[in-house]
C-alpha cells in the first residue's frame, strides 16, 4: 500500500473564515490528487483534480474562488475552504494517484471533518 | 457519469456470499473498488483494468466484463470484518477522474 496523510483530521471554525486542509503522500510522489466532499451516508463527491505545477480542474458546480487548491509540490496539495459557511460543513477527503507498473493506485487520506459554526 | 451499485444494501450472516454489482453506460478504461468504515476514508481493494480481467484478494474478488461496462466484487464466506460501505469507482476512456457509485452498505450479522 501507499500512505496518504491529511492535517487537521478535525477542523472547527466560525463562520465566514478559512479553513486550509492539507493533503501529503508520504511514501511516493504523486502528480495527480484528488479532492472530494462526502455527506453523511453519501458518496463521495469529487470536487476537483489536483496537478502539479497546474491550476487545478474543478468539477461543475464547484466554486473555485471559494474552494482554493494548491499543488505546489509532488507531495502536498492544499484546500483552502474561504469564507466558510455551514453548509459547508462535510467530511473532506483527499487521495493521491500512485503509479505502479502500467496502472495505478489511487490512495486515501483519512478526511477532515469541516464543522462551521 | 455516475455508475450505478446494486444492491444498495445487503445483510448477511457470518460465512454467507455476497455479490455487488457497478455498471456503466459507457465502455471504461478501469474499474476501482474500495470498502470503508463508518467515520473513516475508503480502503482500496482492487482496481481493474481489462475486458474480461478478473482478481482476487483472499476471499473477495472482482470481474470486469468483456465490454468494460459492469463489474461485480465477490465476497465470499463473509466475515464480520467485511462490514462497510463498498464504492465502486470508474474511470471513463479519456477522463483522468475516477467517479464513485451511490454505495453498497453490507453488514454482517455474527
Known amino acids: 500500500g501507499a500512505v496518504v496523510s491529511q492535517h487537521p483530521s478535525r477542523v472547527i471554525c466560525k463562520s465566514g473564515t478559512s479553513v486550509k486542509i492539507e493533503c501529503r503522500s508520504l511514501d511516493f510522489q504523486a502528480t495527480t490528487m484528488f479532492w472530494y466532499r462526502q455527506f453523511p451516508k453519501q458518496s463521495l463527491m469529487l470536487m476537483a483534480t489536483?496537478?502539479?505545477?497546474?491550476?487545478?480542474?474543478?468539477e461543475q458546480g464547484v466554486e473555485k474562488d471559494k474552494f482554493l487548491i494548491n499543488h505546489a509540490s509532488l507531495t502536498l496539495s492544499t484546500l483552502t475552504v474561504t469564507s466558510a459557511h455551514p453548509e459547508d460543513s462535510s467530511f473532506y477527503i483527499c487521495s493521491a494517484k500512485k503509479l505502479a507498473g502500467s496502472s495505478y493506485e489511487q490512495y486515501f487520506g483519512p478526511g477532515t471533518r469541516l464543522t462551521v459554526t | 457519469q455516475q455508475p450505478v451499485q446494486s444492491p444498495q444494501a445487503v445483510i448477511l450472516r457470518e460465512g454467507e456470499d455476497a455479490v455487488i454489482n457497478c455498471s456503466s453506460s459507457?465502455?471504461?478504461?478501469?474499474v476501482h473498488w474500495y470498502r470503508q468504515k463508518h467515520g473513516e476514508a475508503p480502503v482500496f481493494l482492487m482496481i481493474?483494468?481489462?475486458?474480461?480481467e478478473q482478481k482476487g484478494h483472499e476471499k473477495i474478488s472482482a470481474s470486469f466484463n468483456e465490454k468494460k461496462q459492469q463489474s461485480s466484487l465477490y465476497l465470499t464466506a463473509s466475515q464480520l470484518s467485511y462490514s462497510g460501505t463498498y464504492f465502486c469507482g470508474t474511470e471513463e476512456i479519456g477522463d483522468d477522474k475516477i467517479i464513485f457509485g451511490k454505495g453498497t452498505r453490507l453488514h454482517i450479522l455474527p
Open positions: 489536483s496537478n502539479e505545477g497546474s491550476k487545478a480542474t474543478y
Open positions: 481493474l483494468l481489462k475486458g474480461g
Open positions: 459507457k465502455a471504461l478504461y478501469s
